[in-house]
């Protein structure tokens, strides 16, 4: 192969070593090949789109973007939830780690842990009338006065013979998405 060898690696007692090696150009590694690109293929809306949510704010499912290898559910919060109210039960838990700092300490580490709150609980679930496993991939949000806006990605795309998704907001809160019949 034109390559030098190489040096025989140390032995372990009771460990099998080996090694890979690669022959891309010029000793380079090959890079793997991209996957193909996504493919928009509509735009849906959400059945009874807005809706009050249990503790304060409402939400809105502004629409499913289906795409060939995933599907995006666009939401907004106008106005925002009580987030003291949804994360009571944490808040409440790190009341004895709070005694004795001073009151502005104090409010800065509730908000510390709301906002982390925020970002772990997944407040976005996607189901279909096939069964299909759909899996959280990622997404953003923003916002500001009030308003939040966002996006939640879900992967693999709707199988095209999916009549229906459920976008579930929270714990049950359902929202109905009927998919066109014509798309590929």
């Not at 009050?52 to 809105?60: E, H, I, K, N, S």
């Not at 499913?64 to 290898?69: M, Q």
């Not at 991939?137 to 998704?165: C, I, M, Q, V, W």
Request: proline share 10%; glycine share 10%.
């Amino acid at each position: 192969l034109g390559k030098e060898p190489l040096e025989p690696l140390e032995s372990i007692p009771g460990v099998i070593r080996v090694r890979a090696i690669s022959f891309g150009q010029n000793g380079e590694p090959v890079p793997p090949s991209p996957p193909p690109a996504s493919r928009f293929l509509a735009l849906v809306p959400a059945n009874e789109p807005d809706r009050p949510l249990d503790y304060g704010g409402r939400v809105q499912i502004l629409g499913v973007e289906l795409y060939s290898d995933k599907v995006t559910v666009n939401w907004r919060l106008a106005p925002e939830p009580d987030y003291e109210a949804v994360f009571a039960v944490e808040l409440s838990e790190q009341e004895d780690d709070l005694e004795g700092l001073p009151d502005l300490q104090r409010s800065h580490m509730r908000q510390q842990l709301v906002h982390r709150l925020q970002m772990q609980r997944r407040f976005v679930r996607l189901s279909d009338d096939l069964g299909t496993e759909y899996q959280g991939r990622g997404g953003g949000s923003g916002g500001g006065g009030n308003e939040k806006r966002g996006h939640t990605d879900f992967l693999p795309g709707a199988p095209p013979e999916a009549r229906y998704l459920t976008v579930t907001w929270g714990d049950d809160l359902q929202f109905a998405v009927q998919l066109p019949s014509d798309r590929a």
